[in-house]
Structure formats: structure tokens, C-alpha cells
């Protein structure tokens, strides 16, 4: 049986949040697999090749500033405003509690 069954998949925006919530949550440096280990235990599948996925995502919040690479595989968060840390938190917390709530209303 597959470990991500049971998991939400996520891509694109969903993932760079998820990460960037994960470094904060964090407060030091952590490696692409626990990024993707963290990321999981949020509930989440990280689609694809985790590994590559997780880079490519982490690179885009390079570029902006939200995250801070120290070194090969070694990231941790960057300079974010709170209002923007604030967002992030929110559409990480809805995405789940989105996935929560819908299979129950189906079922009904």
C-alpha cells in the first residue's frame, strides 16, 4: 500500500507555502528530505519526484526572498513581512481543512 494514499497531493503555490511554513516553523536550516518529511506530516503528497519537486519550488522563493539557501540542499527561512507570513500561514491552514471538511460533505 502506497504511504501517500491518504495524502493530499500538492503542486505549484500549495508546495512553495507548504515549505515556506515548514522553514519557519522550523528556525534552522533543514535538508530537501526533511523539507519533504515535514511537508507530509502537514498531510500533504508531494507529487512527482519529491526531491525535485521540493527544489524547483524552493528555488522560486529563493529568487523572492522568503527562503535563504546556506548551501547544497540546505535552506533555511529568509526576511518575509508578517502580513505575508500571515497569508501564507492561512492558505496553508484552509488547503487543509479544505480537504477535511469536503469528504464528509459528500458523503451526506
Known amino acids: 500500500m502506497d504511504a501517500n494514499v491518504n ?10 507555502y ?3 511554513v515548514c522553514l519557519l516553523d522550523a528556525r534552522s536550516p533543514l535538508t530537501v528530505p526533511q523539507l519533504v518529511n515535514r ?6 503528497a508531494v507529487t512527482g519526484r519529491p526531491s525535485k519537486s521540493v527544489s524547483d519550488a524552493l528555488r522560486w522563493e529563493v529568487r523572492r526572498g522568503r527562503i ?3 548551501g547544497r540542499g540546505l535552506y533555511v527561512s529568509g526576511s518575509m513581512p508578517r502580513s505575508t507570513e500571515w497569508w501564507i500561514r492561512r492558505r496553508v491552514r484552509s488547503r487543509r481543512e479544505a480537504e477535511v471538511v469536503a ?6
Open 68 to 70: 535563504d539557501r546556506l
Open 103 to 108: 469528504p464528509t460533505l459528500a458523503e451526506t
Open 39 to 44: 511537508v507530509e506530516a502537514l498531510g500533504f
Open 7 to 16: 495524502r493530499l497531493p500538492i503542486t505549484g503555490l500549495e508546495l512553495r
Open 18 to 20: 507548504a515549505l515556506c
